[in-house]
């Protein structure tokens, strides 16, 4: 492809993160009204919760290694179709077992790590961070889009009508999959390629760990879990452009790290509301650098032909971090109170901080 036209299909990728990411939490505004009519109390609700975590902690590998065989328009594909099934469902769930089972079809829904390939792929690789960073405002964006809109639909028209519009807005994703997005993103794509990967499985657990024997994978990846652990997942990108033009991706991770670390002590000590207003700054800006910095790392780390399958690991972590952070932070808050959070992120940050600054941060080795 010519730059005009990556740059075309990598704004195009932009739309459709932010509208995925628009009714992913237009139906975070949809499933708390659906499951107290339901009944659920608050126990119940976790286990919902949790369970979406599991299954999406299963597919994104998957979904991951999906994308490099396939190619970036089957596998968006795929994420919007699942995504119609996953509102239509929810729009159908009148009792406590179809709340359950509507969950099921987000083992598949994965467009934002699809995006993410796509934007990795037709991107060069000293402007991948940027463009990435762009497509974490573009989650930013339908995050607070899809909080208003869901709302303002669940109250005035109640719950299966918002899951309906979620479900045609999908389809709306959909079409722009077809419509705009090439077969194939990678570089290196040619005929004899595309053959051999496609007599690859899907399933084939050695080539998604493989990927953890590329120089720096392993060491990047286990950073981005234990650091991300005692956090959430906060992401927009408005100054990662700028920020990596003048100092390097390893000194970022080291920068993110060690504010995150800073927060952690801070939330501790807070006692007040506007203590925390003046905590979110800080903590938005480390985990927007975190999170961008740490997939832009990875997918320069391993082949072209890969950059789907880590991305798909990428995702997995945040949904190890829903699956189990729940249960831990519970555990934390009735023994220990909130500054235990707090306490627990400066101290782990702090030690991964000095991990990095011991062993030089990231080095950007050569791939094998």
């Known amino acids: 492809m010519d730059p005009a036209a990556k740059q075309k299909v990598i704004f195009i990728s932009y739309i459709i993160a932010a509208l995925d990411i628009t009714w992913l939490f237009l139906q975070f505004s949809i499933t708390p009204y659906l499951a107290r009519r339901l009944g659920f109390d608050t126990i119940w609700f976790g286990y919902l919760q949790t369970t979406l975590g599991v299954i999406q902690l299963l597919g994104g ?11 970036a328009r089957t596998a968006l594909s795929l994420s919007c179709s699942a995504s119609v ?17 509507h969950k099921l079809p987000a083992v598949f829904m994965h467009a934002m790590p699809g995006a993410q390939m796509v934007v990795a792929d037709l991107s060069e690789k000293e402007k991948r961070a940027e463009a990435l960073g762009k497509l974490g405002l573009c989650f930013g964006i339908g995050m607070i889009a899809g909080s208003s809109l869901g709302g303002t639909l669940t109250t005035h028209f109640g719950e299966k009508f918002a899951a309906m519009f979620a479900a045609t807005g ?7 999959v077809f419509k705009f997005i090439p077969k194939h993103t990678k570089a290196q794509t040619t005929a004899e390629s595309e053959n051999k990967a496609s007599s690859k499985s899907v399933f084939n657990l050695g080539e998604i760990t493989r990927l953890m024997k590329y120089p720096g994978v392993a060491k990047t990846f286990i950073v981005k879990i234990i650091s991300g ?13 700028r920020l990596t033009s003048r100092f390097s991706e390893s000194s970022l991770l080291l920068l993110s790290v060690g504010i995150t670390s800073l927060v952690g002590l801070a939330q501790a000590m807070m006692t007040t509301v506007f203590h925390l207003c003046l905590i979110i700054i800080p903590m938005m800006f480390s985990l927007s650098i975190f999170n961008i910095i740490t997939d832009s790392m990875l997918t320069k780390s391993v082949s072209p032909s890969d950059t789907g399958t880590m991305l798909g690991l990428c995702a997995s972590v945040q949904s190890l971090l829903r699956t189990v952070g729940p249960t831990i932070g519970g555990f ?29 941060g990231h080095s950007q080795t050569q791939k094998p």
């Open 170 to 176: 999908s389809c709306v994703s959909l079409f722009l």
């Open 229 to 241: 652990l005692p956090s959430g997942h906060i992401i927009q990108g408005a100054v990662i452009g």
């Open 332 to 360: 934390l808050y009735e023994g220990y109170g909130v500054p235990s959070f707090g306490f627990i992120q400066c101290v782990i940050n702090a030690g991964v901080f000095c991990i990095l600054l011991a062993t030089g």
């Open 85 to 101: 099934v996953y509102f239509l469902l929810l729009a159908m769930a009148d009792s406590t077992f179809m709340l359950f089972v």
């Open 61 to 71: 590998p998957i979904y991951g290694r999906f994308a490099d065989v396939f190619g």
